[in-house]
């Protein structure tokens, strides 16, 4: 239990004794239908009890995209206030534990405090995100044409102190990771040589992996386009696995649901990733074209499941080598961002739940004897439950709550942070 929550604890409890009967009739009756498949309800919910996934400080503010923003009364201004807004996600949810900060958006001048505002709060830090894709005012060198592979190399020595600047603020707020996402690519062909650009971001990695703490891993993450849209230097998870092969065991991919092509195989990616140790972990959030950010399980949650079910099969075939780092990586613009996360991580709790009571055994069997139709039944079963009670359950006995957006809404947080923070200016759209 944490020393402070942001909302009175008494009234999530009067919230759950109100739901406390139904949810426990609920739980029940899946726990007998579950049982007749030879599946211990408790075993699955002490499992997603156990499971968290980091929450990025950007996602607390109303995100935007280049035609404009819409921000809302009582959104957070300051680092400290968007870890405050994670503690709300945390005391409702119970499974988001950890804060991703962002520099220098998330930049304070006591790391030291704000790591013991969070602990306060019942918040560690996850990994540390660098910032290399927009220039910072009075910068020495433009990343304009690119940061950690731009021919430039006073850009690239920028690039790189600012990652290793990164690590730095990172071991006072006790991560243990960085996460690097470049911006560079190119626009036209014939603006820069592939091959060049990616010797230059492994060269330029190769400091950065040497300025990791012993107990650090840094985190590749590739995205086919955007802000570059005619070619992208860590474009996809092949490029990236390359990059993280030539910089040793600390260096692992990342793998954001949204970077992808269209129709890409992204569970299978899981896989061969896993297969070569490289599954660093995830940015979980949801798509229709593109690199939408749209909310995790939104669109397509049986793609969720899918990745879930590999990430299952990985943790059962090698338990001690499995720990990817989870983050929910979103932009909130029409909804308010608390209720969005809240919603993003019971959608992910509820995929890994629902990945948790796959009948394994019958799985294989129905593989190794090529019986499709079976094969595909194991898995289209475990994705037919609704796991909602067991996600309850979990929540309402780790002091969460029942219904954590309702919650949310009966608390008055947002109207109440209306009144006491400063309205946030608007952000006009730049096209
Ligand atoms: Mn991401």
Redesign the pocket.
């Known amino acids: 239990m944490t020393k402070n929550t942001p909302l009175p604890q008494e009234r999530v409890e009067t919230h759950n004794t109100k739901r406390l009967d139904a949810l426990q009739e609920d739980f029940t009756a899946l726990g007998q239908t579950l049982a007749r498949r030879g599946i211990n309800i408790d075993n699955i919910k002490n499992k997603v009890a156990a499971f968290s996934v980091a929450i990025?400080s950007w996602g607390l503010a109303t995100g935007g995209t280049r035609f404009g923003r819409f921000p809302i009364p009582g959104e957070p201004n300051t680092v400290f206030e968007r870890v405050a807004d994670c503690a709300v996600v945390q005391q409702l949810t119970r499974i988001t534990p950890r804060v991703s900060t962002h520099f220098p958006w998330d930049t304070t001048s006591d790391p030291a405090a704000l790591r013991e505002f969070g602990a306060d709060l019942g918040l560690g830090f996850d990994a540390v995100?660098s910032n290399t894709f927009q220039d910072q005012p009075g910068q020495e060198a433009t990343y304009k044409f690119g940061s950690l592979t731009a021919t430039s190399a006073k850009a690239r020595d920028l690039a790189i102190a600012h990652n290793i600047d990164c690590i730095e603020v990172g071991q006072k707020l006790g991560a243990e990771a960085l996460?690097v996402?470049i911006g560079d690519g190119t626009n036209f062909p014939g603006q820069q040589s592939f091959r060049d650009s990616f010797d230059r971001y492994v060269d330029a990695m190769k400091t950065i992996y040497a300025a990791l703490p012993e107990n650090w891993r840094v985190l590749m993450?590739h995205?086919l386009c955007e802000p570059a849209f005619y070619s992208t230097v860590i474009a996809d998870w092949g490029v990236n696995l390359m990059a993280a092969n030539e910089l040793g065991p600390k260096a692992q991919c990342?793998v954001?649901l949204?970077?992808h092509a269209p129709n890409v195989n992204i569970e299978q990616i899981v896989a061969m990733l896993n297969r070569v140790g490289k599954l660093g972990g995830f940015?979980f959030?949801d798509s229709k074209y593109g690199?939408d950010?749209l909310d995790a399980g939104a669109i397509n949650p049986h793609m969720l499941f899918l990745i879930f079910n590999e990430l299952v099969e990985a943790e059962r075939t090698n338990p001690a080598a499995f720990h990817p780092a989870y983050?929910i990586?979103e932009s909130h613009n029409l909804t308010d961002p608390i209720e969005s996360l809240i919603a993003a991580a019971e959608a992910i709790a509820g995929a890994y739940a629902r990945a948790l009571l796959v009948d394994r055994a019958e799985l294989k069997a129905s593989r190794n004897g090529n019986d499709v139709m079976m094969a595909f039944r194991a898995l289209r079963t475990a994705y037919n439950v609704d796991v909602s009670p067991i996600l309850a359950m979990a929540r309402v006995e780790a002091g969460g709550a029942a219904d954590p957006v309702v919650m949310f809404r009966e608390s008055g947080y947002r109207a109440q942070k209306a009144a006491e923070r400063k309205a946030a200016t608007v952000a006009a759209g730049i096209i």
């Open positions: 990025p995100n996460t996402w993450e995205k990342l954001d949204g970077h940015h959030n690199d950010d983050m990586d």
